[in-house]
């Protein structure tokens, strides 16, 4: 591992706006500060906080804070903030906050905060407060609150609201909120406080409030408020407190 006293011992190694490390770990304690210049070919990164153009890395970056124009790594590890356009690692990424203008992508996140203006895709999304996003995709998404001006997919969803302008698609989908989407669509249950969505299918549909929605398809449908829809069809039973209904169909 190479050991750097100071950020000058840095930028004495600059060539052409970068640094090739060749491969090396680095080590420093202290703050890296290399504006408009890219950390190309490095290894292991360690350092109190790092602010650069790029940052490549086949190995892992633990920083308190991270802040670049595009980040690859294999892990990424931040006791604060990662902050970049586009944040891509083949293995975590850990931080009390992810902002990215672009994409997130890893195989498991975790923060306190998790926002992109693109997509964030991983196998496991956990977030303590909030998880926005273009479109989300994950095996498993656990947040407080989930919005995506497009899609949400996983296998399983919990959050105290989910919101989505596009269509929201898991196996079993669970909030003690309210969920709103255009279609929302689950293999096994769905419940939430309230639901609201244009298309909603599921075996099981559960609701301490009110359902409302164009079409309605499920085994069972149970609501403490009121169900509205134009068309619903079920295999089992409907429970509400008032159904509105222009179409139902009970086999």
Same mark, same amino acid.
């Given at each position: 591992?190479?050991?750097?006293?100071?950020? &000058?011992?840095? @930028?004495? @190694?600059?060539?052409?706006?970068?640094?090739?490390?060749?491969?090396?770990?680095?080590?420093?304690?202290?703050? =890296?500060? @290399?504006?408009?210049?890219?950390?190309? &070919?490095?290894?292991?990164?360690?350092?109190?906080?790092?602010?650069?153009?790029?940052?490549?890395?086949?190995?892992?970056?633990?920083?308190?804070?991270?802040?670049?124009?595009?980040?690859?790594?294999?892990?990424?590890? /931040?006791?604060?903030?990662?902050?970049?356009?586009?944040?891509?690692?083949?293995?975590?990424?850990?931080?009390?906050?992810?902002?990215?203008?672009?994409?997130?992508?890893?195989?498991?996140?975790?923060?306190?905060?998790?926002?992109?203006?693109?997509?964030?895709? /991983?196998?496991?999304?956990?977030?303590?407060?909030?998880?926005?996003?273009? &479109?989300?995709?994950?095996?498993?998404?656990? /947040?407080?609150?989930?919005?995506?001006?497009?899609? =949400?997919?996983?296998?399983?969803?919990?959050?105290?609201?989910?919101?989505?302008?596009?269509?929201?698609?898991?196996?079993?989908?669970?909030?003690?909120?309210?969920?709103?989407?255009?279609?929302?669509?689950?293999?096994?249950? =769905?419940?939430?406080?309230?639901?609201?969505?244009?298309?909603?299918?599921?075996?099981?549909?559960?609701?301490?409030?009110?359902? %409302? /929605?164009?079409?309605?398809?499920?085994?069972?449908?149970?609501?403490?408020? &009121?169900?509205?829809?134009?068309?619903?069809?079920?295999?089992?039973?409907? %429970?509400? @407190?008032?159904?509105?209904?222009?179409?139902?169909?009970?086999?």
């Amino acid at each position: 591992m190479t050991t750097f006293k100071n950020n &000058n011992e840095l @930028l004495a @190694l600059v060539k052409d706006n970068e640094i090739d490390f060749g491969g090396a770990d680095i080590h420093c304690d202290f703050d =890296i500060k @290399l504006p408009n210049v890219s950390m190309v &070919n490095v290894g292991y990164i360690k350092a109190l906080n790092i602010k650069a153009d790029n940052i490549t890395t086949t190995h892992n970056i633990m920083a308190d804070n991270i802040k670049a124009h595009n980040i690859m790594a294999h892990n990424i590890d /931040a006791t604060g903030y990662i902050k970049a356009d586009n944040i891509t690692t083949t293995g975590n990424i850990t931080a009390y906050s992810i902002k990215a203008t672009g994409n997130i992508k890893a195989d498991h996140i975790e923060a306190h905060n998790i926002d992109a203006t693109g997509y964030i895709k /991983a196998h496991n999304i956990d977030a303590d407060s909030s998880i926005k996003a273009h &479109n989300i995709t994950a095996d498993h998404i656990e /947040a407080y609150s989930i919005k995506a001006t497009g899609n =949400i997919k996983a296998d399983n969803i919990e959050a105290d609201s989910i919101k989505a302008t596009g269509y929201i698609k898991a196996d079993n989908i669970t909030t003690t909120g309210n969920i709103e989407a255009h279609s929302i669509t689950a293999t096994w249950d =769905i419940k939430a406080d309230h639901i609201t969505a244009d298309h909603i299918m599921a075996a099981h549909i559960k609701a301490t409030g009110n359902i %409302k /929605a164009y079409n309605i398809e499920a085994h069972t449908i149970d609501a403490t408020g &009121n169900i509205t829809a134009r068309n619903i069809k079920v295999a089992g039973y409907i %429970k509400a @407190l008032n159904i509105k209904v222009q179409s139902i169909n009970i086999n």
